[in-house]
């Protein structure tokens, strides 16, 4: 009595062990055979002529000595085709994993529908053990092919990131390579202004900087030679002819006090002379100082120091205040 009954249990679990796998290696296989992952969005591509273009390059990434030679934009482009490449073979790996185990669990979707008819017919605990026995290699096959659809989907996730940043370094690559051009063009362009410029016989005037960019652009630039003018016997260079004009309007306003001297050392009844890229704009004039340290010196008492210095200046002029550089 009792072996029966373990009998009919066996039976019984085994036929609803199959039947509650049926589903599970069914869905694997997908509808009409196809993976899960069918309708998924193809893995976008990269553009393989800028590929072949930068193989080279590529191959020189191997030794430093190459690698230091490449600016920061073609080291992060390389870096990211060779980022590309690994998740390339990853995926084709998982896929062809995937592809395998799911070409098993298609043809193993009819045996096991036969074996779950069978095992409803099995009359012995022996046969039903058999059948269990086979139902936990189905359950082992269905696991196994999740398993690596999931894989699969992580891989084609990695690639499609990869293929991003490789057109995403691409378009900075290509972006960093115009402005290259167009800073050649600009040399070109203000090397042949230069040649039909008729070259300036007066000495330069503080460093070659341009006076009209402290008051315009808040900052010390030089100046090109292309673009100057002369005033008061010096030479005045200038970042565009825009600035030269505003210079010939009123070059008083726009030259450094004191003829560019230091306004600290002015005021301590001392010539010395200012660096252009040490300097001070104070109630729209411009004053340059010998270096930083000086010019904190003379921040603690501006109007006391330029009053000092307009003294001495008046002094050294001869009475006349407003010579500027």
Known sequence: ???????????????????????????????????AFSDRTPVRAIDSELLRERQ???????????????????KEYIDAVIAYRVAEKRYDRTLDHYDSLLSKARSSVDRAERDYQRAMKVKTYKEARQYIHKAKRYKSMALNVQ?????????????????LN?????????????????????????AVRTAETPAATAPLAIGGYDPVAYFRNGEAAEGMPAIHCEWNGKTWYFVSEED???????????????GGQCAWAMAQGRMVPGDPAVWKVF????????NTAVQAGWALEVEGNIASAERFWRDMSKGNPDDGE
């Open 1 to 35: 009595m009792k072996a029966l009954a373990a009998q009919t249990s066996a039976v019984v679990r085994c036929s609803m062990f199959i039947a509650a796998l049926l589903p599970l290696l069914s869905s694997c296989a997908g509808p009409g055979g196809d993976s």
């Open 56 to 74: 080279a390059e590529i191959e020189m990434r191997e030794t430093v000595a190459s690698s230091q030679s490449l600016a920061s934009e073609e």
């Open 147 to 163: 398993r690596a659809e999931k894989e699969y989907a992580e891989a084609a996730s990695d690639l499609d990131r990869a293929a």
């Open 166 to 190: 490789v057109n995403a370094a691409s378009k900075k690559l290509v972006r960093k390579r115009k402005e290259r051009v167009q800073r050649g063009e600009n040399v070109a362009q203000t």
């Open 244 to 258: 030269k004009e505003f210079f010939n309007r009123k070059p008083d306003l726009f030259a450094p006090r004191f």
């Open 283 to 290: 109630d729209n004039r411009l004053y340059l100082h010998q």
